[in-house]
């Protein structure tokens, strides 16, 4: 099974899966990344108690809930998936959205939580949001027909990279290897240090 944090370092780097998952490279965690998960923790159940607009049609609540989806061999924890009777939405805690708008990254990651939750039987899961525990309203957005398939597609790239064992292209993103514990170990990385 693939997880949410195997998705997410793929979008962030193809080469984080091949060094982890191909050569077996354990990624430590960075002080950042640890910060991270300690205030998730810390600010997910006062997050608990939002509720926001059309929230309240949604009286089935599951928090920091296991998902799975058999179909695409996929499982994580979603922060909370809430439903009726026909439909549910799904809500990804993060601290704060950027101001260009809601990361890529976040969105597939929501959309894979949905795909798992429609699995799971508990309905239509059309729309999800992005809900900032340090202020600021929650974001919704369409878990679309194109969001779908996108994220299915990186499930199966993320797949056939440990499979067939092919190393992948590095990062667009040069700033992205600044703090990368593979650069200069396995990888030459694109920041050049300036
Ligand atoms: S150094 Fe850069 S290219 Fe290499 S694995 Fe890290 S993020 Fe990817």
Not at 60 to 80: C, I, M, P, Q, Y
Request: with cysteine; glycine share 6%.
């Amino acid at each position: 099974m693939l997880t949410a944090r195997d998705i997410l370092n793929y979008i962030y780097c193809p080469r984080l899966i091949f060094y982890e998952k191909v050569l077996r490279q354990k990624q430590f965690q960075t002080f950042k990344q640890d910060n991270g998960i300690v205030k998730h923790a810390e600010n997910v159940p006062s997050a608990k108690r939002i509720i926001y607009g059309e929230w309240k049609l949604f009286p089935n609540r599951l928090f920091e809930v296991s998902v799975r989806s058999v179909k695409h061999g996929f499982l994580t924890r979603a922060d909370l998936l809430m439903w009726n009777n026909s439909e549910g939405r799904v809500v990804q805690f993060k601290p704060k959205i950027p101001d260009f708008g809601i990361p890529f990254a976040w969105k597939v990651q929501v959309c894979l939580e949905a795909i798992c939750a429609v699995e799971m039987r508990l309905g239509k899961f059309q729309k999800g949001y992005i809900a900032p525990y340090y202020g600021g309203k929650p974001l919704c957005f369409d878990l679309d027909e194109q969001l779908i398939d996108s994220s299915v597609e990186i499930v199966k790239k993320v797949r056939k990279l440990i499979d067939d064992e092919e190393f992948p292209e590095m990062t667009n993103y040069p700033n992205r290897c600044k703090d990368c514990m593979y650069r200069g170990r396995l990888c030459e990385g694109a920041f050049d240090g300036r």
